[in-house]
């Protein structure tokens, strides 16, 4: 499972956009139960050979449950991805209007590295500019640039993620340019591949390449009901976010695909993926895509 990692945006916190999200955790959702639920999925994601990792400033307390389950042994074998430049704003609450802030100034930088640290237990291997658009003034600020800069210099691999209809123009702008950024996590599955030439564009000028969302946020799932894609699905007798974790996969420009399971059930079968061709019939317009992510409730 070496190209398959485990991502923590939905057990990090009590909401998220998930399809049946509220459906998966324990009653009450409470800190001690989420902290439980994270470490027994690190555990089964590490017994079946996933070594990659990915947390973020903003997934509530992803940093600390992974940073509590990571022994000195595990962590020479792991591959530890995490973000900044949103803020976690909810209060451990999944009925709020705003859960995250987003900020890519430099001052959140400095706040948020220490906690990452101290969470953590120490460096990840990977530190990326949560959801960068092209709008974000990041990718001119020279000052954060070379605080960057300076962290690469340190080791640590500096990059970002990237979100929404116009993705692939946020990382072109980014390998363009004049940046310390080796490493991009986006959005690509089966519903939304627009990124994928910009994604092929990075791997080849070494950059490192982790696809997010796989599943589409269980758009890609069983949950999501009889859709064209589970019926595809059905009839070629495979799981449906099987199938989508085994599209990603298959793109040779995708270095980690990750898994955001909430329930071992969903562990497992995210792992048992299979490669079934491109799927190209099932891609929707960019901006569809992205208008129809963006209706998902906080569950």
């Given at each position: 499972m070496a190209r398959i990692g485990l991502g923590l945006a939905a057990v990090g916190r009590p909401g998220y956009i998930n399809l049946g999200h509220d459906e998966d955790l324990p009653a009450g959702r409470a800190v001690e139960d989420l902290r439980v639920r994270t470490h027994e999925l690190l555990e089964q994601a590490w017994q079946a050979g996933v070594r990659y990792f990915d947390a973020a400033r903003s997934y509530g307390l992803a940093e600390k449950f992974l940073g509590e389950w990571i022994t000195a042994q595990r962590r020479a074998e792991l591959t530890i991805g995490s973000k900044w430049g949103y803020t976690y704003v909810a209060d451990w609450r999944h009925d709020v209007d705003t859960h995250e802030v987003k900020d890519h100034s430099l001052d959140t930088f400095e706040r948020q590295w220490p906690e990452t640290l101290q969470a953590l237990g120490g460096p990840p291997d990977f530190y990326l500019v949560h959801s960068l658009t092209t709008d974000s003034p990041a990718l001119e600020d020279k000052r954060l640039l070379d605080r960057l800069r300076e962290l690469a210099g340190s080791g640590v691999r500096v990059g970002l993620s990237t979100s929404g209809p116009r993705q692939a123009e946020t990382l072109r702008k980014a390998l363009s340019g004049s940046t310390p950024f080796s490493a991009v996590q986006a959005t690509w599955n089966v519903l939304d591949p627009s990124a994928g030439p910009a994604l092929a564009e990075a791997h080849d000028a070494g950059w490192f390449?982790?696809?997010?969302?796989?599943?589409?946020?269980?758009?890609?799932?069983?949950?999501?009901?009889?859709?064209?894609?589970?019926?595809?699905?059905?009839?070629?007798?495979?799981?449906?976010?099987?199938?989508?974790?085994?599209?990603?996969?298959?793109?040779?420009?995708?270095?980690?695909?990750?898994?955001?399971?909430?329930?071992?059930?969903?562990?497992?079968?995210?792992?048992?993926y299979r490669v079934d061709g491109p799927l190209s019939e099932f891609a929707q317009q960019p901006e569809e895509y992205w208008t129809e992510r963006s209706a998902l409730p906080w569950i």
């Open positions: 390449v982790v696809v997010k969302e796989a599943v589409a946020n269980g758009r890609l799932t069983a949950r999501a009901g009889e859709t064209p894609f589970n019926e595809f699905a059905h009839q070629h007798g495979v799981a449906p976010d099987a199938l989508a974790i085994g599209a990603a996969v298959a793109q040779p420009w995708a270095d980690i695909v990750l898994s955001g399971a909430t329930t071992a059930a969903q562990l497992s079968s995210n792992l048992a």
